[in-house]
């Protein structure tokens, strides 16, 4: 069975430090790749998303960038964090056979900027 | 310009009673519309699913209508259970259109709270 993983769980960071997030996915091949975040209050706001491995789409501009370096592994990254950047990530994955296919979601990185 | 909403930031329902919770959407291009549970802390999971050639989908104690026409699809939970306390997020996707498609557009929540 396909399974998704995030890390870290919980991260506490100074403005202007950088960000690493990873994201892997095990048990499928190609698949296609999200980032979402979900700030207080608000629903969720896909970020990034990938359809191959370097292949990569920004759906907001900010100072968050994402890469994938491998088939099944996502990463988002920022070189100075914001304020801004504070919030619950979540790292999504779909087959990336045509179709009805829902997205399956990680269990988030809460990020907490200081 | 908010394409997926749901209105109702909050719902709160006796246990075994129904919950229906709604959501409207201003895209007509969406085909593909989900439903997502999620609880504190954790990734939202995906509970049900409907296409757009369809009004309604079944699944145990949870139905999904559509009503195209008036772009409106809700969820009916029926016996409702305390542990389907969470909040639960709608959310659409836009026909296919080639490398790239399979984004999806998801609401703000509605939290349900089950009432024991």
């Known amino acids: 069975s396909q399974t998704i993983h995030q890390w870290p769980a919980t991260l506490v960071q100074p403005v202007g430090s950088p960000l690493s997030l990873e994201c892997t996915v095990e048990?499928?091949?190609?698949?296609?790749l999200y980032w979402y975040r979900q700030a207080a209050g608000r629903g969720l706001q896909l970020l990034f998303y990938?359809?191959?491995?370097?292949?990569i789409s920004s759906e907001v501009p900010q100072n968050l960038s994402a890469s994938r370096p491998q088939d099944r592994q996502f990463i988002l990254s920022s070189k100075k964090l914001l304020l801004s950047d504070s919030g619950f990530y979540l790292c999504?994955?779909?087959?990336?056979?045509?179709?009805?296919?829902?997205?399956?979601f990680g269990d988030g990185t809460r990020l907490s900027i200081l | 310009d908010q394409q997926v909403k749901q209105n109702s930031p909050s719902l709160s329902v006796q246990e075994g009673r129904i919950s229906i919770l709604n959501c409207d959407y201003t895209?007509?291009?969406?085909?593909?519309f989900l439903w997502y549970k999620k609880y504190p802390a954790e990734g939202p999971t995906f509970l049900i699913s409907?296409?757009?050639?369809?009004d309604k989908n079944e699944d145990g104690r949870f139905t999904v209508f559509l009503n195209k026409s008036a772009k409106h699809l809700s969820l009916h939970i029926v016996p409702s259970q305390p542990g389907d306390s969470a909040v639960y997020f709608c959310?659409?996707?836009?026909?296919?259109?080639?490398?790239?498609?399979?984004?999806?557009?998801f609401g703000k929540g509605t939290k349900l709270s089950v009432i024991p």
């Open positions: 999504a994955w779909t087959s990336g056979q045509i179709g009805n296919q829902p997205q399956h």
């Open positions: 048990g499928t091949s190609n698949p296609n």
């Open positions: 990938s359809v191959g491995i370097g292949q």
């Open positions: 895209n007509s291009m969406f085909d593909y």
């Open positions: 409907i296409s757009s050639i369809k």
């Open positions: 959310a659409a996707r836009e026909a296919y259109s080639g490398a790239g498609s399979y984004q999806l557009t």
